[in-house]
């Protein structure tokens, strides 16, 4: 199977066993968005959607949150990961936005990872997610299922899998694909035990076909 039948067979399938895939993120704006994008690094969904609501409830623009102390925001993330860095993060964030930007979170890769906590991971979730844009969020995730199936060849670091990516998957396609990958590694080809014998991703997955050839 050449790399482009790999791609084809398996954007079909996504396409036709999940043509709805979105972030499980909750948010009501771009900047509720990005606060649960930095709250979410090392950190599951389910976690950060525990903490949001009174976060956002206390804190719901960038205004707000950029008249708090970092102490006062760490109250209510205590519970996330690394709270302390987090905490001056969205702080920060929120104050940069402010001074620069209006209070709106700007819409180019090159401003979003100007805002402290802010890589280029989740820079291109949120263009990915609010605007629509053909931007591959790489997370451990999309890393690990694409070199598994085979869309990437033991790809090195993050931004490699990203280029790979977004070279060979038609741009329209790939904001949907970014959640594709990542729900697929979140509950299907999960790191230490993937679940093959559920996946329907088998007949063109690298990984799956050395595995049967070994046993």
């Not at 599951?44 to 609501?53: F, I, K, Q, S, Y």
């Not at 964030?93 to 989740?122: H, N």
């Not at 280029?163 to 790939?174: G, M, N, R, S």
Request: net charge positive; proline share 6%; charged share 20%.
């Amino acid at each position: 199977m050449t790399q482009k039948e790999r791609y084809e067979n398996v954007i079909a399938w996504f396409e036709r066993e999940r043509p709805v895939a979105q972030t499980e993120l909750h948010y009501d704006s771009p900047f509720q968005l990005l606060v649960a994008v930095i709250l979410s690094a090392q950190c599951t969904d389910r976690r950060v959607n525990l903490v949001t609501p009174a976060l956002f409830e206390a804190y719901p623009d960038a205004e707000t949150m950029a008249q708090a102390t970092t102490d006062e925001v760490f109250q209510y993330i205590k519970s996330v990961s690394y709270p302390n860095s987090k905490s001056k993060h969205l702080v920060g964030t929120a104050q940069r936005l402010v001074a620069a930007y209006g209070g709106q979170v700007p819409d180019t890769l090159d401003e979003l990872v100007t805002l402290p906590g802010v890589g280029r991971k989740t820079a291109n979730v949120m263009q990915a997610v609010v605007w629509n844009r053909p931007a591959m969020a790489v997370d451990t995730h999309v890393f690990r299922v694409s070199n598994r199936i085979g869309l990437t060849n033991r790809s090195r670091t993050p931004l490699q899998t990203e280029l790979t990516l977004t070279k060979h998957i038609p741009a329209d396609k790939i904001p949907l694909a970014h959640h594709w990958l990542i729900l697929h590694g979140r509950y299907v080809c999960q790191a230490r035990k993937p679940k093959c014998n559920e996946c329907g991703l088998t007949p063109y997955c690298k990984y799956y076909q050395s595995k049967t050839k070994q046993a």
